[in-house]
């Protein structure tokens, strides 16, 4: 089986740009969940989706927003970029069986703005 | 809220050594706790879990974590390192947020294994 890719790996952008990220998950997984990772703050939750709905969100601000679609690919968008958003930004998928669930990572989209 | 903690930010042992990787936890309820690796430039790679049952869990690549719930850790554990389990290792937990579970990771620990 495939596992959880992610498009594009690298992105350059200047601030105040925006920004959109890719996710296709499993195939047969339903949840989508994106997660930040930075050298000073770790890897912090986003936002978590499911049959194309949001259904958990981290403490970001609102520029920080995805969807997903009917075939369960994800897409985060970026809005006003600043330089702290640089980071590395990995989507995970798993089938949705509760806490116990493993979630499984794509490789990432490494995001520098400069 | 729960609360992972990994008190090393480095682990250095050499190759053909057990390595252990500490973890603690701090949750409401029952645990439900994940390592995962990851190495330059990837993603992370599940490792192995902890849902109940048998304290000892055993994992890919010959990894194995301990569970203690009085001293509320999970330890990841290796009999031999190899120079190629060289890595970043997190630790996680699954918190019920408002509609589903999310992972809150530990700060990441990274280990050095020296030839």
């Known amino acids: 089986k495939a596992g959880v890719t992610q498009t594009p790996r690298y992105l350059i952008k200047t601030r105040g740009q925006q920004v959109t990220l890719s996710c296709s998950p499993i195939s047969g997984h339903r949840s989508v969940s994106w997660y930040q990772q930075t050298p000073g703050q770790g890897l912090q939750f986003l936002f978590e989706y499911f049959s194309e709905t949001q259904r958990n969100k981290g403490n970001f601000p609102g520029r920080f927003s995805g969807r997903q679609f009917s075939n369960s690919r994800s897409e985060m968008n970026v809005s006003t970029l600043e330089l702290g958003d640089s980071a590395l930004y990995l989507c995970?998928?798993?089938?949705?069986?509760?806490?116990?669930?493993?979630?499984?990572f794509g490789p990432g989209t490494r995001l520098t703005v400069l | 809220a729960q609360s992972v903690a990994q008190p090393e930010d480095q682990v250095n042992v050499a190759e053909g050594n057990p390595l252990t990787v500490k973890c603690t936890y701090s949750?409401?309820?029952?645990?439900?706790l994940f390592w995962y690796v990851q190495y330059p430039n990837r993603g992370l790679q599940f490792l192995l879990k902890y849902i109940t049952g048998d304290n000892l869990v055993k994992g890919s690549y010959g990894f194995e974590a301990e569970f203690n719930k009085s001293q509320t850790s999970f330890h990841l554990k290796k009999p031999s390192a190899l120079v190629s389990d060289s890595a970043l290792y997190f630790c996680?937990?699954?918190?019920?947020?408002?509609?589903?579970?999310?992972?809150?990771f530990g700060k990441g620990t990274k280990l050095s294994v020296i030839p």
């Open positions: 995970a998928s798993s089938l949705d069986r509760g806490a116990a669930d493993t979630q499984y």
């Open positions: 949750v409401s309820g029952n645990p439900y």
């Open positions: 996680a937990g699954a918190e019920r947020g408002a509609g589903s579970y999310q992972l809150t």
